[in-house]
Antibody, heavy 121, light 107 residues
């Protein structure tokens, strides 16, 4: 079935870096835009980044620009999130999600199981 | 950036009750509003997109309405599996801003 599997989470010290990966299966990955969304413990989801299917266009919230970078490798059916200069407030479960555009609305219809990132000394 | 505000933040209800959750956008987003259900330890699950269209497989007891800045999610007859947290998300741009969530608890 359609599936997204994240990996790469773990414990990192403040100021450190981490690269998350999300591998897709059972759909034509190269045809779909993708997102990363995070969720801090006890909080709601927070959108982190978006990348077009061909990798040419990327979006980030202003608060994360410059520290987070999204990329993808369509030959590997994988989207990545590179995170630099990590802070305690970046501690969260990080999800990748498939973009779903229907009736003019941008939505996220398939989500991975998430990978936990803990920023702590 | 568009801000999304949900109310209430939590509610208590019984099986069979009808419940309504509201979501307000800080600026007009036409009908581009999506709703998700999330259960503990799981990823959010898309329920409704474009304000009122049910995602495939979602029971018809879920319904959505609204346009512009004000939207509602209604569960017409609450079932045991519906106790969860619900989030709205603005769908007018690729930056997917979410609301703060509404936790539906068993009374």
């Amino acid at each position: 079935q359609v599936q997204l599997v994240e990996s790469g989470g773990g414990v990192v010290q403040p100021g450190g870096s981490l690269r998350l990966a999300c591998e897709a299966s059972s759909f034509t990955f190269s045809s779909f835009d993708m997102h990363w969304v995070r969720q801090a413990p006890g909080k709601g989801p927070e959108w982190v980044s978006f990348i077009r299917s061909d990798g040419t266009t990327k979006y980030y919230p202003d608060a994360l620009k410059g520290r987070f970078t999204i990329s993808r490798d369509n030959s590997r059916n994988t989207v990545y999130l590179h995170m630099n200069n990590l802070r305690s407030e970046d501690t969260a479960v990080y999800y990748c999600a498939k973009h779903f555009y229907a009736s003019g609305s941008y939505a996220l219809d398939i989500w991975g199981q998430g990978t936990m990132v803990t920023v702590s000394s | 950036d568009i801000q999304m505000t949900q109310s209430p933040s939590s509610l208590s209800a019984s099986v069979g009750d009808s419940v309504t959750i509201t979501c307000r956008a800080s600026q007009t987003i036409s009908k581009y509003l999506n709703w998700y259900q999330q259960k503990p330890g799981k990823a959010p699950n898309l329920l409704i997109y474009a304000a009122s269209t049910l995602q495939s497989g979602v029971p018809s007891r879920f319904s959505g309405s609204g346009s512009g800045t004000d939207f509602t999610l209604t569960i017409s007859s609450l079932q045991p599996e519906d106790f969860a947290t619900y989030y709205c998300q603005q769908g007018s741009s690729p930056g997917a801003t979410f609301g703060g969530g509404t936790r539906v608890e068993m009374k």
